[in-house]
């Protein structure tokens, strides 16, 4: 494991925790490649070998439509997430490419001001490492919690 | 007090049709306990599963209808048995898992044994032990382990999906679906084998009626639905039609997609950001298929339990599992069928992005019907009002009405005796 790509990742998964806690969409899809994965997916499903998942986008093009639906067209209460994200764990790293997980806990706030714990998993990824930084290659988000409290509007 | 604000002690229908629903039908504990006995447990199949969950003998999974935790399972003739998972001897829910595999049913705590149809099969110490020459403890000798099975349900399975019932004394699957119904859900399981894509879960904190009403109700899907308009799958000119059976319990919302462009005579659903398209259009990479016969979306209500989905090429079963008065699961199965190419299951798993706990088009229902469970429980002696589409229930070739709405409670009615 190389110590510069451990400091770099943290500091990127810290970033990125800190972008979706504060909803800049904008910046969150720039964390991505444009031909990128991401996945929301329970356990059981992972587990299982099943396809479905809760969210499933293939392209960047797909984030953006995600957005505008978060942000234009599906109705919803308001809430704040709160993403508390652990050390990257390595698993593989070349000079173009870091395989990693984290385990993430999301606690949800709505207006009634009472906090919840929203969201329990890990992220699998594929992170590239490009001449402006770290993109997302892919983001697979397999949560432990499968009963969605609810329902599901930001990404996690 | 005067009279509009009484809440009636024994909960009475103080108004002449089902065009007004008192909010004591989503409140009274009473009403609800009386629901799960009338609906859930007796007289109705509920929806347990698809065959395809349980393809091999001695498959099983763990599933529920209304409060009560069965297990489907599959047993070494193929054939499908569903049983309550509660242990005869002291009750306890004995099976934990989710799904798995197995020869037969073990309660852990004192190990009676039953086979795959509910049989007690062996009890430990039935003859009791031996001490000093002597067999002390034990079974009476008359204890009969036939009489000491698990509960076993009454079951129904057509072309692939599974059905069960508490009361043996139910009418015929068919008989229960009525001809209309029928002939829709054979339209959507006509005997081709299904494969299961997986699962989505979403707990919503509403009354489990409220979810039948979303999806007896075609007309929100205009109004809360904003991506459905904007995206052009939904315009209140669409043809369409209203199906109910003969009791007007059940529903099928049948629907064929209008082309999507500019919208002429929709004024009250105008298409408000008509300029927009997706970014990645595969969310909408539609393929007709061969046994829709036309309509590109059926929605089907069968009470009580379950919501039968075809939107485009996404097909789904959605269970109601409800967990007390004001809350439900909503668990969601997406299949697709043996002969799907790949590209079909890319293309049905991309739509699935539009349903579901998270889903473009269905997150909004949730998130609606829990506000609506808030604003009912704050004033309960007040009623709903359903009368889009006039007073009485009629089946209809549009849209703009709520007649399923007061199809299912004409039957809530009759049924609960109120
Ligand atoms: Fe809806």
Redesign the interface.
Known sequence: MKADNYLTLTQFYQNYAAIVDRGDWDAWIDLFTEDCQYK?Q?R??YD?N?????????????L???V??VT??????PYHQLHMVSSPLIIDESDTLIVAQANYTVFRTKSNGIAEVYNVGRYQDRIRITDQGLKIESRHCIFDN????????YPI | MNQENRIPLTPTWDHEDTSRIPYWAYTNQDVYQQELEKFFYTKHWCYVGLEAEIPEPGDFKRTAIGERSVIMVRDEDRSIYVVENRCAHRGMQFCREKHGKTKSFTCPYHQWNYDLEGNLQGVPFRRGVKQDGQVKGGMPKDFKPADHGLNKLRVAERNGVVFASFDHDVESLEDFLGPTILQYFDRMFNGRKLTILGYNKQRIPGNWKLMQENIKDPYHAGLLHTWFVTFGLWRADNRSELKMDKHFRHAAMVSTRGDGGKNDQTTNFSSFKESMQLHDPSFLDIEDEAWWGGPTAVMMTLFPSVVFQQNVNSVTTRHIQPNGIDSFDFVWTHFGYEDDTPEMTQRRLRQANLFGPAGFVSADDGEVIEFSQQGIEQNAAKKAVAELGGRNVEEADHMVSEACIRGMYDYWRKTMGV
Do not use: F
Request: aromatic fraction near 6%; charge should be negative.
């Open positions: 929301v329970t059981e499903n299982r099943l396809p479905m998942a809760v969210i499933s986008l293939s392209s960047k093009g797909m953006k439509d995600r505008y639906g234009e067209t599906i109705y919803h209460d499968d009963m969605v409290l609810n329902s599901m509007i």
